[in-house]
């Protein structure tokens, strides 16, 4: 199967038109750019504290039953153990769909408008797909530009000596807050 086969990327489609269907069917609320911008950004914020919080306290967390591990293990813990492997590199739709549904009501409860939440909605998803993105670049490529470059070493770091920190792929901004962040240091060659 190729890297990034239909099935694989089934998550990206389908939060993809999702957006444009809820941004289609929510009654126009009078928001300014500025409050659109923000309500998006702040979906995107969202979604780096979302990523960290499943990444650090769901998927290395230690299951005691049996069904526990092996969920953690199909999850998650089996992309540790072969980082390479494509099969497990993207979240699958029966992972990310009761996250994202969770989100979804949440968020209009939160703010009383469908359309304020389809705009937070909006940004979790466009942080969901740059993080889809960022870490099939980690795993898969060599990035020209040092940003890139950096979240790449970043990442790659966690799987090969850090696996207890370093859980932001999209960002090591939680991982500063939270106390798991590690600053990438030297030139010391990591497995790619």
Not at 2 to 29: E, N, W
Request: proline fraction near 5%; charged fraction near 15%; aromatic fraction near 14%.
């Amino acid at each position: 199967m190729p890297v990034t086969g239909r099935k694989q990327l089934a998550p990206v489609y389908f939060y993809s038109t999702l957006v444009v269907c809820l941004l289609s069917i929510t009654p126009r609320a009078n928001f300014s750019w500025r409050h659109t911008v923000l309500l998006i950004s702040s979906g995107i914020l969202s979604w780096t504290l979302t990523e960290y919080t499943l990444h650090r306290f769901v998927f290395h967390y230690s299951a005691r039953s049996l069904f526990g591990r092996k969920l953690l293990h199909a999850a998650h813990l089996s992309h540790h153990e072969n980082p390479r492997a494509t099969s497990r590199l993207f979240s699958g739709l029966v992972i990310s769909l009761p996250i994202a549904t969770a989100y979804l009501l949440l968020a209009w409860i939160a703010t009383g408008s469908l359309r304020a939440a389809a705009y937070l909605f909006t940004g979790l998803v466009a942080g969901y797909c740059c993080y889809e993105w960022l870490h099939f670049q980690a795993h898969h490529r060599r990035p020209r530009l040092r940003l890139f470059r950096y979240l790449r070493r970043y990442h790659l770091l966690h799987h090969y000596q850090t696996p207890e920190q370093r859980f932001g792929v999209t960002s090591p901004l939680f991982d500063l807050i939270l106390g798991t962040f590690r600053p990438v240091r030297g030139h010391k060659r990591v497995k790619a």
